[in-house]
Nanobody, 125 residues
Framework: QVHFVESGGGSVQTGGSLRLSCTMT????????MAWFRQVPGEEREGVAV???????SYADSVQGRFIISQDITKTNLFLQMSNLRPEDTAMYYC???????????????????WGRGTQITVSS
């Protein structure tokens, strides 16, 4: 059975840093696109960062230069290093996997089939 478990969320002041982790068990996702999404109540889930099996990464414009997505060598743990956090980064953050056979990785939530339950990030001004 597939399980994604996020951790590392919490509260931080503007300009602070946090590192999110996502542990993935029950399936080998090493060949697929992995991503972090975030969602604020009443809004659509937004793609924040994606990483392909080749290590290629892509970021939303709003986090470019501040967030870094990575995986460990076993590709069972996904990370999101967040720096220079802003109040607008406040959201529930989710890790996700896209099992589709496609060229490139995308930040379209509809492509992702496995999701964690999320971890809350709150950035205060």
């Amino acid at each position: 059975q597939v399980h994604f478990v996020e951790s590392g969320g919490g509260s931080v002041q503007t300009g602070g840093s946090l590192r999110l982790s996502c542990t993935m068990t029950g399936y080998d996702f090493s060949r697929y696109c992995m991503a972090w999404f975030r969602q604020v109540p009443g809004e659509e889930r937004e793609g924040v960062a994606v990483i392909g099996s080749d290590g290629h990464t892509s970021y939303a414009d709003s986090v470019q230069g501040r967030f870094i997505i990575s995986q460990d060598i076993t590709k069972t743990n996904l990370f999101l290093q967040m720096s220079n956090l802003r109040p607008e980064d406040t959201a529930m953050y989710y890790c996700a996997a896209d099992q589709g056979q496609r060229v490139g990785c995308y930040k379209n939530r509809l492509l992702y089939t496995y999701w964690g339950r999320g971890t809350q990030i709150t950035v205060s001004s």
